[in-house]
């Protein structure tokens, strides 16, 4: 009996279409190995050689995924959808709020090995599956997947805050620069989207690991001028400046902060003269 859904997880918002309930009532879980058949139903325009990258699963044929490292909008989809299935399921998706109306998959669960649960994770285990997890959103980064990339570094960044004792372990040095550096990666994918109050928030996380962190300073100060907040801007601008004298992007954008101050002190000015007048 067909069951249909909609659903709405981080930046991804799709259409489930329950096609065969399967056997079973386990769900594969974050990690977890999969066995799955991937057809494409719409549109049959999409060719061959495309489907792979726009999907980033091989499709028509039995393929190995691990849930959670899907690099693309869709395979992202499909690793939630298969949270919700057991063996022997089958599914139909779609994305009826973007840009891949027109996309309809049909997803099959084969088999899966269930993964360990967080909870019982060492910390090298969670600091692994964070890294792996920074390294998709990386990939996604770059090609301008920015919803991927929000969504793979906030998740990494969700395993390294579950290590507990972090000062207490040997890798303690390497967690804290991976915390650092998601906090960082997140607030550019959030200054591409202008939510300049949370990049300010993550930008200030980050410098409060590493101090002398310049792009730290440089993405908070970005995020100030669009809250128009240039003295900020500008204090953190000049922070950098000292850090790394030979920083292009900074100076330049300190000169350009400097230019907008004293418009807006001449703005000022004339509006306090018209009330006198």
Do not use: W
């Amino acid at each position: 009996m067909e069951k249909k859904q909609l659903s709405n997880i981080g930046p991804f918002h799709y259409e489930l279409l329950i096609i065969s309930q399967g056997n079973g009532k386990t769900l594969p879980n974050d990690f977890a190995s999969c066995r799955i058949f991937i057809c494409v139903q719409k549109p049959e325009s999409i060719g061959y050689e495309s489907r792979p990258s726009l999907i980033g699963y091989d499709v028509d044929t039995e393929t190995d995924v691990t849930i959670g490292l899907g690099s693309t909008y869709v395979s992202c989809v499909i690793d939630l959808a298969l949270q919700t299935m057991v063996e022997g399921s089958i599914v139909s998706l779609k994305f009826p709020d973007s840009k891949l109306s027109e996309l309809s998959l049909e997803v099959r669960l084969i088999s899966f090995s269930l993964s360990e649960e967080v909870y019982r994770l060492s910390p090298d285990a969670k600091l692994t599956r964070a890294l792996r997890l920074k390294e998709v959103g990386t990939k996604a980064f770059r090609t301008k997947d920015t919803e991927v990339a929000f969504y793979k570094f906030s998740r990494a960044l969700k395993y390294v805050l579950c290590i507990r004792n972090v000062g207490e372990l040997p890798s303690a040095s390497e967690i804290e620069t991976l915390r650092c550096q998601c906090y960082l990666n997140i607030s550019a994918c959030q200054l591409l989207t202008d939510s300049f109050v949370s990049v300010t928030d993550n930008c200030s996380r980050a410098l409060n690991i590493d101090p002398s962190n310049v792009k730290g300073f440089f993405r908070r100060a970005r995020a100030q001028i669009g809250l128009n907040e240039y003295e900020k801007a500008k204090d953190d601008l000049v922070k950098a400046q000292s850090l790394e004298p030979g920083n292009t992007a900074v100076s330049k954008l300190l000169a350009s902060v400097k230019v907008a101050m004293k418009k807006e002190d001449g703005e000022l000015a004339k509006s306090i003269s018209k009330m006198f007048h």
